[in-house]
């Protein structure tokens, strides 16, 4: 099957397309990396209400929504292969079946996905992946986690995805007790009393996160 066109070329602020950098494996005989088969397909970011964590930020505990990647492939979740292959992939029913589930389909794919070419043809990741890639086709991963928090932020921030509901603290809440009460068992070691202490303070930030249920102060402010 033809995959999806990859995202629109990004343009800078005279209205010129940026290129990408050619990578010596294109060039230079080397190998170009292999990141699987599962990145050679353009994807969604897709939310479901019920899916958040709680993520410590400069001394405060706050709510970020957790992610997903969906593919653009024909064939899943209802997405399919226009008539003319030279054309993107059809997601109507597949957003629409996403939406009746409960879950907000992120479609400005631009944002947050880079394309990166590999020995399998060209490759999807999100912009806060980054790679070294070596001549011969090895490459180390890292991840931007404070960039993509700082995105995640933003989604909530802007309305793009509402904050969380009651029940989905409660559950958080009942989390956290069950995670201290299976800490108390090891609590002579060093690392659990550290646990306990992480788990206490996102404890107390979530009871106080009531009044303001996005962005709660932690322990001691």
């Given at each position: 099957m033809a995959k999806t066109l990859a995202p629109a070329?990004?343009?800078?602020?005279?209205?010129?397309?940026?290129?990408?950098?050619v990578?010596?494996?294109?060039?230079?005989?080397?190998?170009?990396?292999?990141?699987?088969?599962?990145?050679?397909?353009?994807?969604?970011?897709?939310?479901?209400?019920?899916?958040?964590?709680?993520?410590e930020h400069g001394g405060q505990w706050e709510f970020l929504p957790l992610l997903r990647r969906i593919p653009i492939r024909p064939g899943c979740i209802m997405a399919e292969q226009a008539k003319n292959p030279k054309e993107p992939t059809r997601t109507?029913?597949?957003?629409?079946?996403?939406?009746?589930d409960g879950q907000a389909t992120l479609t400005d794919t631009e944002t947050y996905t880079v394309s990166i070419?590999?020995?399998r043809g060209t490759s999807y990741h999100l912009k806060w992946e980054r790679y070294r890639v070596y001549p011969?086709?090895?490459?180390?991963?890292?991840?931007?986690?404070?960039?993509?928090?700082?995105?995640r932020r933003s989604l909530v921030e802007e309305g793009r995805i509402g904050e969380p509901r009651p029940k989905v603290?409660?559950?958080?809440?009942?989390?956290?007790?069950?995670?201290?009460?299976?800490?108390?068992k090891d609590i002579h070691l060093p690392k659990a009393k550290q646990q306990q202490a992480e788990a206490e303070a996102a404890l107390e930030a979530l009871n106080a996160s009531q009044a303001k249920p996005l962005s709660c102060k932690a322990k001691g402010e």
């Open positions: 070329p990004v343009v800078d602020s005279e209205g010129f397309v940026t290129g990408t950098t990578s010596r494996g294109e060039t230079a005989g080397g190998t170009l990396p292999d990141f699987g088969e599962d990145r050679g397909w353009p994807f969604y970011l897709v939310h479901h209400h019920n899916n958040w964590e709680l993520v109507g029913r597949m957003r629409a079946k996403l939406e009746d070419p590999s020995i011969d086709g090895d490459h180390d991963p890292s991840f931007d986690h404070d960039g993509f928090n700082a995105w603290l409660n559950r958080l809440r009942q989390r956290l007790q069950r995670r201290l009460g299976r800490i108390q």
